[in-house]
Every structure is written in C-alpha cells, then in structure tokens.
C-alpha cells in the first residue's frame, strides 16, 4: 500500500477530489495547509507572502493503482496545459499497516487482514 500525499492549489482541491471519486478512489483525508517552495512565497509591493495557503489530500491506495492516481491528481490539479509554478508536489510512501477503528481491523501491506484483540 502506498499513501499519496497531494498538496494543491485550493481552488483545484475539488476538481481533484472529483476526479479520484470518478476514478474509484473516493477515501481521502482533506486539510488546509500553509506552506511555500520554490518561488519562496510572493511578492505584493512592500509585502512578502512567505506563507501560501493550499489543501493537502492523503489517500491510501495499492501498491498497484499509485500511478494512475498520481495521474489522476496532476491531471485535475495542473494549472493550463503546462502546469505553473505554485501548482504543487505529490509525496509518495510505503504505508506497513492499516486498522479501521470501528472494527478493530487490521490489514498489512501484503494484503492480510486480521482482527485486532483488544
């Protein structure tokens, strides 16, 4: 299982979710951020913005699928054809285990699921 960490634009946060809910992937976890990359904020006059919103989407996907969700995010959150600066990164990483709270689920990352003893 890998998780996929996007983090975009706000305004492109809702055309991502609708494409992973289109494509079959609607687990996700959505989350205002601040941050900055590259272009070290912006420049308004006198005023430096060194801290730019955006919203970061987690989800959990298998090892499998990560490339077309990757796909599926860059496709829905690129600014224009070419994309701009400020539209973003995507963090990938290897999730070990998974447990569902309400039924004490647990499942690794070699597909076994087994019950959580409380």
Known sequence: MMMIRS??????????LAALMEAGFPGVTKTS???????????IGDITYDEIPKTMILTVVK?????FVI?????AARTGAKGAFGDGKI???????????????????????????I
């Not at 983090?7 to 991502?16: C, L, Q, S, T, W």
């Not at 090892?63 to 490339?67: P, T």
């Not at 963090?91 to 003893?117: D, Q």
Request: net charge negative; charged share 35%.
């Open 7 to 16: 983090i975009v634009r706000p305004e492109k946060a809702d055309a991502v």
């Open 33 to 43: 951020v601040v941050g900055r990359g590259k272009q070290r904020g912006i420049k």
């Open 71 to 75: 796909k599926t995010v860059i496709d």
């Open 91 to 117: 963090f990938v990483v290897p999730v070990e285990e998974v447990y569902t709270i309400s039924s004490g689920i647990k499942e690794n990352a070699a597909g076994e699921i087994s019950e959580v003893k």
């Open 63 to 67: 090892d499998q699928d990560k490339d």
